[in-house]
């Protein structure tokens, strides 16, 4: 009989296996996992401040900043002045971060045909039931107690004093 750890040492396996390639693929294309992810929500939302962009992307505004200089110094965006407030500006794809996130998203696609072909519906279906699932454990503040104790566990305390 399966056990849960032996499904979610699979899970592990397919994080490794698919972060691998998504991040090689996006060195690739002079992209990393954090600056797709911005051309993404941007493609999505529109136009937004960096505040609102930091805050969709769960990081620092400093974070945020970075982001935008080096996508604007690469053509992908540009900031256009805010119409109502004078002190804030709208980050905004340009053609090229338009045409980055649409080959972005058809390649996502791509690779969902690709993984599902022949499952049938049902059994996507439940998959992504039991995703939906893992994904709100992960946002239940257990998780982080979880992870917590494991590192207060750890009995090896290289490079850390105590």
Sequence with gaps: METAGDVLERVFRLTVVM??????????RGL?????TLIARLHLS???TQRV????????????TDLVNALEA?????????????RAFLIRLTTAGRRAAESLAEEQQRLARFLFAGV????RACFGALIDELLQRLDDPA????????????PLRVGRRR
Excluded: K
């Design 143 to 154: 998780f982080d107690e979880l992870r917590r104790g494991g590192i207060e566990r750890w």
């Design 53 to 64: 962009l930091a805050d969709n992307l769960r990081v620092s505004p400093r974070n945020v």
């Design 46 to 48: 529109g136009p937004v």
């Design 120 to 123: 049938p519906a049902a059994d």
């Design 74 to 86: 690469d053509g992908f965006l540009r900031r256009t002045p805010h119409p109502t407030d004078g």
């Design 19 to 28: 972060s691998d390639a998504m991040a090689e693929d996006l060195a690739q």
């Design 32 to 36: 990393t996992r954090a600056r797709a």
